[in-house]
């Protein structure tokens, strides 16, 4: 790949919330999938992180993620209705504009979609997105914005001028 076709690519972080990958029970196979889904979608892959359930978890994590970052930042997992899936609860607590139109795109990929509570919006100059913790169903998610994405990112850093 030349200079600037790697100057084109986006940047992206990846974050699980789970109790369970925290803890050692569980492996963090949506994380991982995510990741590599975006290498192949043509992003950055610059960070990995994993943080505790929890309102107050998620937002830190997040705060820590989009703090000085310019692009895309999904999170896997807490999405649901067990008691600790607060990551829309942190992800509402950090962000400054929600993305509704990005979350309900994402619901609407699949009939499970509408279980999910994910949110979507901007902090700085980062788009945050929530995706559940099934790793077809985070896949699945993305994939259903992931073509406007490019475009969003450009618009929030001020570098799309073609509207």
Request: negative net charge; charged residues 20%.
């Given at each position: 790949?030349?200079a600037?076709?790697a100057?084109?690519r986006?940047?992206?972080?990846?974050?699980?919330?789970s109790?369970?990958?925290i803890?050692?029970?569980?492996e963090?196979?949506?994380?991982?999938?995510?990741?590599?889904?975006?290498?192949?979608?043509?992003?950055?892959?610059?960070?990995?992180?994993?943080?505790?359930?929890?309102?107050?978890?998620?937002?830190?994590?997040?705060?820590?993620?989009?703090?000085?970052?310019?692009?895309?930042?999904?999170?896997?997992?807490?999405?649901?209705?067990?008691?600790?899936?607060?990551?829309?609860?942190?992800?509402?607590?950090?962000?400054e504009?929600?993305?509704?139109?990005?979350?309900e795109?994402?619901?609407?990929?699949?009939?499970?979609?509408?279980?999910?509570r994910?949110?979507?919006?901007?902090?700085?100059?980062?788009?945050?997105?929530?995706?559940?913790?099934?790793?077809?169903g985070?896949?699945?998610?993305l994939?259903?914005?992931?073509?406007?994405?490019?475009?969003a990112?450009?618009?929030?850093?001020?570098t799309?001028n073609?509207?």
């Open positions: 790949m030349s600037s076709m100057a084109d986006q940047q992206a972080k990846v974050l699980t919330c109790d369970g990958v803890r050692g029970t569980r963090d196979k949506s994380g991982a999938a995510l990741a590599a889904y975006l290498v192949v979608a043509g992003f950055d892959v610059v960070e990995q992180q994993v943080t505790a359930d929890g309102a107050d978890n998620v937002a830190a994590a997040l705060m820590e993620l989009t703090d000085g970052f310019a692009g895309l930042v999904v999170s896997t997992g807490g999405t649901g209705f067990a008691p600790r899936d607060q990551t829309p609860e942190g992800t509402r607590a950090v962000i504009r929600e993305a509704p139109g990005l979350a795109a994402m619901r609407l990929c699949n009939p499970l979609g509408r279980l999910s994910g949110v979507a919006g901007i902090r700085g100059n980062a788009i945050i997105v929530n995706t559940p913790g099934s790793t077809k985070c896949v699945e998610q994939d259903a914005i992931l073509d406007v994405l490019p475009h990112l450009r618009l929030l850093h001020d799309d073609s509207h």
